[in-house]
């Protein structure tokens, strides 16, 4: 027992319960993909695959390069942080996810909507700016507050002590 | 989410052969040597670009952020299954083939049982979880992916069989979620772009992704389990940005050896997750719970009702867009009752003649949106099945003047027809049926799936 034990890791590269469960898991998924895939192979095993590689190849480096350049452009406060990124990602982030699960309304894609239900899909695009507005004041009025509190906290000083005060670096920040 | 790739050219590893600091892939074979095994140490550099190591560099991902997501994901998609596998029940497909949209499934309906009609809201329920709570999984599936895409770019891509059977279950366990996410989220929006019906796409999907999801859950069970124990919730919920760490260096990958500074903590990373489930519910959730909430419901399909009046609540699909004319339902409608006494024709003052009972019943429908219960009348379907002199029919076939298209023939079962509560009703709260909801008549039946509630109704036909 523990030498095809041993033998299987070396040969396969993983215990044996590895092995089961991946026989398992691809049994079952064949089975249930010979009736997904019947009659429309190609397109099935597209939307399929073109899901995993959309996500990963397309809207994992689209949003990854529009963080980056959002940092790169708003540049660095002096405390080595950027200090209004946050309030642009939320807005931008939260308002960005209620498109992608809605946008078929918001973008009126929707062919037989306004048949089937007798309402109009005119107002998704209203209230999704609505929200979209709604979420970057709400996000500026916190960034205000912030700045606010931030000068009544801070007691009067000499202004020669202001260079000193600088808070220290975040630890294991920079590279 | 905190998306710190790279973060300037100065800041990445120069040399171009090496992969990044120590991260030696354990388990190797041997040094270069032979003419083959050059070839091999060459496969074994990274080409450029996120295949190295000092590409991802956020100093949130690891293990523990992971696994919270995958615990949100394990439970939320847990639920999800069970609901999906419910809804699939809820159509009583093996009371014949036109309940039955998938008869191929083989041994995938191998716990199907009659549903049942108690309580009144169970479909309602159901379906109102199984779409609400994958609409507000979607930030959760999408954090949990960009947690472990420095995975997908592992060099080299395998190196034992047992890595590249398991790459070819998580591409069906990612193509899958996603696949099951899109399918749902895009129907319920009446966006008809998949390839083919809704119904086998996204039920035999589910199983090759719920194949997937298992294997994954056995093999990743323990090291999410003793990730999550590593480091203390509260330890993150106390950290802020500035004092945000990498997790220290281990195997799974995931901890960059090059972290960026962090722009944001652990804590706000779940906190931006949560916040998007949040917003997603309340713009949702609405069309499920009905009454004064659907009007919050601002970017779903039923987040309003379609009029004022008796008729005045959600409609699945028009007369108008059925096809079912005006000639249809006036007055040359007749209903035709079938059974072992032959058949009886009734008009609608025929059966208006008759004893009329109530019943307060939602209508739900599988695209998760219901309308708040409703006053139904008209005449009980067991009293309509003894008319039919087959009081203890087995079941029911439910025809429609709607002339083809899904469900204008269904199939009811017996506990079914036997619920007092279960009418073909001729009015809703005191008034006739509008056109869009049925009119001269329709079934209304408890915590039956919408579409089976079917509308215009032209024949019964009561079976043993």
């Known amino acids: 027992m523990n030498r095809l034990h041993r033998r299987l890791l070396r040969s396969y590269g993983a215990r044996p319960v590895h092995l089961l469960a991946m026989a398992g898991c691809l049994a079952l998924a064949a089975y249930a993909a010979l009736q997904l895939l019947a009659g429309r192979t190609l397109a099935v095993a597209a939307w399929f695959v073109g899901a995993a590689l959309v996500h990963d190849l397309v809207l994992v480096p689209l949003y990854s390069t529009a963080d980056l350049t959002a940092r790169r452009t708003l540049g660095r406060g002096h405390t080595g942080t950027t200090p209004y990124l946050n309030h642009l990602r939320v807005p931008v982030y939260l308002s960005g996810l209620l498109l992608l699960v809605w946008y078929p309304l918001i973008l009126r894609r929707s062919q037989p909507y306004r048949g089937d239900t007798a309402l109009s899909e005119d107002v998704f695009l209203t209230h999704w700016l609505l929200i979209t507005a709604a979420l970057f004041a709400a996000s500026a009025a916190h960034l205000a507050l912030r700045g606010l509190l931030q000068r009544l906290r801070r007691p009067p000083r000499p202004p020669a002590g202001d260079t000193a005060k600088r808070p220290a670096p975040p630890p294991g920040g920079a590279s | ?464």
């Open chain 2, 1 to 464: 989410m905190a998306h710190d790739e790279q973060d300037g050219p100065a800041d990445r590893p120069t040399g171009s052969t090496r992969a990044g600091p120590p991260r030696r892939p354990p388990g190797s074979p041997g040094s270069p040597g032979s003419p083959g095994q050059r070839t091999a140490a060459l496969f074994r550099t990274a080409p450029p670009g996120p295949f190295r190591t000092g590409f991802w560099r956020s100093p949130i991902r690891g293990p523990w952020l992971t696994s919270v997501f995958g615990l949100v994901l394990l439970a939320g998609i847990t639920i999800e299954f069970l609901t999906g596998l419910f809804s699939y029940a809820a159509y009583n497909p093996r009371l014949g083939p036109v309940n039955d949209q998938t008869p191929g499934k083989g041994i995938l309906g191998f716990y199907l049982f009659t549903w049942p009609t108690h309580p009144y809201w169970l479909y309602r329920l159901n379906q109102g979880v199984h779409v609400t709570l994958g609409v507000v999984l979607v930030p959760v599936l999408l954090a949990k992916l960009w947690s472990v895409v420095p995975k997908l770019f592992t060099w080299p891509p395998t190196r034992t069989p047992a890595q590249a059977i398991e790459r070819v279950s998580l591409l069906l366990l990612v193509g899958g979620a996603l696949f099951e996410f899109a399918t749902g989220i895009l129907n319920i929006q009446l966006h008809y772009i998949f390839p083919g019906s809704f119904y086998t796409l996204h039920f035999y999907g589910a199983w090759v992704f719920i194949a997937a999801f298992a294997a994954h859950v056995a093999l990743r069970l323990g090291i999410m389990w003793r990730a999550l124990r590593a480091i203390r919730l509260i330890t993150v919920l106390r950290t802020d940005t500035a004092r945000t760490e990498p997790e220290p260096p281990d195997s799974s990958g995931l901890v960059t050896s090059t972290p960026s500074r962090p722009t944001m903590s652990r804590r706000g990373a779940l906190a931006l997750t949560g916040a998007g489930a949040l917003v997603l519910m309340a713009v949702t959730a609405g069309q499920s719970i009905g009454g004064a909430s659907r009007r919050t419901a601002l970017l779903a399909p039923h987040g309003r009702n379609p009029g004022r009046g008796p008729s005045g609540f959600p409609v699945n699909k028009t007369a108008a867009q059925v096809g079912v004319t005006a000639a249809d339902i006036g007055p040359a409608w007749r209903l035709r009752v079938h059974g072992p006494a032959g058949t009886r024709t009734f008009t609608r003052a025929e059966l208006l003649a008759m004893p009329q009972h109530q019943a307060a019943l939602p209508i739900a429908c599988v695209e998760g949106w219901s309308a708040d219960d409703q006053q139904w009348s008209g005449l009980r379907l067991a009293d309509l099945a003894a008319l039919a002199g087959m009081p203890h029919a087995a079941s029911v076939e439910v025809q429609s003047v709607q002339r083809g298209g899904a469900f204008s023939t269904v199939l009811l079962a017996a506990n079914q027809i036997r619920n007092p509560l279960s009418l073909l009703a001729l009015h809703v709260n005191g008034a006739d049926l509008s056109a869009d909801h049925g009119f001269p008549a329709r079934v209304i039946v408890p915590a039956c799936p919408g579409v089976n509630n079917t509308k215009w109704v032209s024949d019964l036909t009561f079976r043993k």
